[in-house]
């Protein structure tokens, strides 16, 4: 049982997918079908034996088909693939850059799902086009870094806007400046919703940080940068699942955050 489980806090199972209970996500990344309707491939996984590159859905992830791909190397994520219906899939072209999904043949987990490693020491990092005017941020992941800062989303346009997760814990947005929005330790889901220059901020549906004020919250955000910041100096930790919207979902906030919890 992953570590952030509690299925008395969460509801027990449901047939639909996150998507479908609350669509219109912005942008929407994970290793699991986020909808009942989603088919296509959640990555495109570069094979280290040859180079040689593949799509595959979230089954063939978990159930053999992406490990027997990359034998007994390495399997490194291209592009995770947007499942919101806005084809803003997140990308990374240069080989040296692109985030682990398979170690020696075996799929990459966290708890006990699959989940992707950007922690691999060098200017790890994938990029979408994604337009917003503040957003609503809903993240699965884990900082396995030691001794420094990982970076786990930047949504950037007019200004910057950096979410940092130290090793200790710490949880921060830069907006210019640095501003501290609780404490996430281990494999967390984290909730961060930034518009007109307030910050809220819940992690494992506890909340951690409540009408923060900050700068540069509705400026035009045209890209996002999952596992570092556009310095492509401050790569991160595990990531499993990350979800964009550019509208504030407060009101439906224990739904989403519920239904991460009962799946990681």
Known sequence: MSPMNNRLLVPRSTTRGLLDLVPGAAAAYSLRSLSRSYADPVVTVRRSSDDDEAPFTAAEVSDGTLAAFCG???????????????????????????PQIVSSGTVVVEGDRPSIDFNLGVSVALTASVNTDGFHLLFVGKNTKVGTNGCFFEAYGTARHLVFLDPDGDLSINTPSPNAIGKATGFSAISLSFFDTSITAHVNAV????GITAANAAAANTSIIIG???????DFGKISELIVYDTDKADLLDLITGNQMWYY
Do not use: C, E, I, M
């Not at 909340?207 to 409540?210: E, N, P």
């Not at 570092?228 to 401050?234: K, P």
């Open 228 to 234: 570092n910041d556009s310095t492509l100096g401050n």
């Open 72 to 98: 007994a190397g390495d399997g490194f994520v291209k592009q995770w693939w947007d499942q919101s219906g806005n084809a803003n899939h997140a990308s990374q072209t240069t080989p040296g850059y692109q």
């Open 207 to 210: 909340r951690t940080a409540d």
